[in-house]
């Protein structure tokens, strides 16, 4: 069974981590996640009251860690990093910027701190700031994502910092989960995948898309302004927003607002042309709804099959 410092100090039967996905990662799919042996994360994106809705779910359907990820740029982010510690979640996940501000109380109150990051000098810093690790995420990766490949990214940052690493972007199956090992990860997140688990409360549309999905499917947007790249399935609204975006007359903030609401749209209503479907680059791998159990056992049946004989494999 394949056994690393992440799933040994947080209690999992995995190194694994399942993405916390705005708009759909709730306290259902992530209980799923933790009862099958990975971290469940909840995303706080909606707001406070959702929040402790959503932990309390994942509370009363699973007794193992569950994690929350903190999307900084939100501006219910101060009430969400006290929630975390009042309702005492073990771990938090950070994206969209440093969460400097948060992390003293986070870390008085016992929280593990895992910030995604997307280079190395964030990694550093972080690492000095108290992180417990961080998610090195690569661009393959679906929603926000950063200049580097995670091929290029992750090796950079385990020999950058003495915190554990934790690989993602562009992991659909065992191949993925061996090859983050080889270049120095000790566990991995994936988003992508879940989004076809039937503890999933996406909309079905949504899966849909991803499992209809192949290798060409994904466009970037937000890469002419800086600061707000994201990778998501094409559709209409992808398309209208990369020719809105490159016209002459546009500006950053005209373009931000092409992006208000959309997610929403897509994970909730379904919206298949005005809604903005984030996912990675795998969604061409993936093409079956199943259990968050049967997949994490899949993957790591899998990555155990091809780790055979190393380190990683006890």
Same mark, same amino acid.
């Given at each position: 069974?394949?056994?690393?410092?992440?799933?040994?100090? *947080?209690?999992?039967?995995?190194?694994?981590?399942?993405?916390?996905?705005?708009?759909? $990662?709730?306290?259902? %799919?992530?209980?799923?996640?933790?009862?099958?042996?990975?971290?469940?994360?909840?995303?706080?994106?909606?707001?406070?009251?959702?929040? /402790?809705?959503?932990?309390?779910?994942? /509370?009363? %359907?699973?007794?193992?860690?569950?994690?929350?990820? *903190?999307?900084?740029?939100?501006?219910?982010?101060?009430?969400? $990093?006290?929630?975390?510690?009042?309702?005492?979640?073990?771990?938090?996940?950070?994206?969209? &910027?440093?969460?400097?501000?948060?992390?003293?109380?986070?870390?008085?109150?016992?929280?593990?701190?895992?910030?995604?990051?997307?280079?190395? =000098?964030?990694?550093?810093?972080?690492?000095?700031?108290?992180?417990?690790?961080?998610?090195?995420?690569?661009?393959?990766?679906?929603?926000?994502?950063?200049? %580097?490949?995670?091929?290029?990214?992750?090796?950079?940052?385990?020999?950058?910092?003495?915190?554990?690493?934790? =690989?993602?972007?562009?992991?659909?199956?065992?191949?993925?989960? $061996?090859?983050?090992?080889?270049?120095?990860?000790?566990?991995?997140? *994936?988003?992508?995948?879940?989004?076809?688990?039937?503890?999933?409360?996406?909309?079905?549309?949504?899966?849909?898309?991803?499992?209809?999905?192949?290798? #060409?499917?994904?466009?970037? #947007?937000?890469?002419?302004?800086?600061?707000? #790249?994201?990778?998501?399935?094409?559709?209409?609204?992808?398309?209208?927003?990369?020719?809105?975006?490159?016209?002459?007359?546009? #500006?950053?903030?005209?373009? $931000?607002?092409?992006?208000?609401?959309?997610?929403?749209?897509? =994970?909730?209503?379904?919206?298949?042309?005005?809604?903005?479907?984030?996912?990675?680059?795998?969604?061409?791998?993936?093409?079956?709804?199943?259990?968050?159990?049967?997949?994490?056992?899949?993957?790591?049946?899998? =990555?155990?099959?091809? %780790?055979? &004989?190393?380190?990683?494999?006890?």
């Amino acid at each position: 069974m394949i056994s690393t410092v992440i799933n040994e100090s *947080l209690g999992l039967a995995f190194p694994l981590f399942q993405g916390g996905m705005a708009w759909i $990662a709730d306290g259902k %799919l992530a209980a799923a996640v933790s009862e099958a042996g990975g971290l469940g994360i909840i995303s706080a994106m909606a707001g406070g009251d959702y929040l /402790r809705g959503q932990i309390k779910i994942a /509370r009363e %359907l699973t007794k193992k860690p569950i994690g929350v990820n *903190l999307m900084l740029q939100s501006n219910t982010a101060d009430e969400a $990093a006290q929630i975390i510690i009042d309702e005492g979640v073990e771990v938090v996940t950070t994206g969209a &910027g440093m969460p400097t501000k948060y992390m003293p109380a986070w870390l008085d109150a016992g929280i593990k701190v895992i910030p995604v990051i997307a280079s190395v =000098a964030m990694a550093v810093r972080m690492e000095k700031l108290g992180a417990f690790a961080v998610v090195a995420e690569g661009q393959e990766s679906g929603g926000h994502i950063g200049e %580097l490949t995670t091929m290029a990214l992750v090796p950079q940052v385990v020999d950058a910092v003495s915190i554990p690493v934790i =690989a993602a972007g562009g992991i659909a199956d065992g191949r993925g989960v $061996a090859a983050s090992f080889m270049l120095g990860a000790k566990g991995v997140q *994936l988003g992508t995948r879940f989004l076809v688990a039937k503890e999933c409360g996406v909309h079905h549309n949504y899966k849909q898309m991803v499992l209809d999905a192949n290798d #060409t499917s994904t466009i970037t #947007t937000g890469r002419r302004f800086g600061g707000n #790249t994201c990778r998501q399935l094409k559709n209409q609204f992808s398309r209208n927003f990369i020719k809105v975006e490159y016209a002459p007359e546009s #500006t950053a903030e005209t373009v $931000a607002d092409l992006g208000v609401g959309a997610l929403r749209r897509a =994970a909730v209503d379904g919206d298949t042309k005005t809604g903005c479907f984030l996912a990675g680059q795998i969604s061409g791998m993936v093409k079956t709804e199943q259990t968050a159990s049967e997949i994490i056992n899949e993957i790591f049946a899998e =990555a155990e099959q091809l %780790l055979s &004989g190393t380190e990683f494999v006890k």
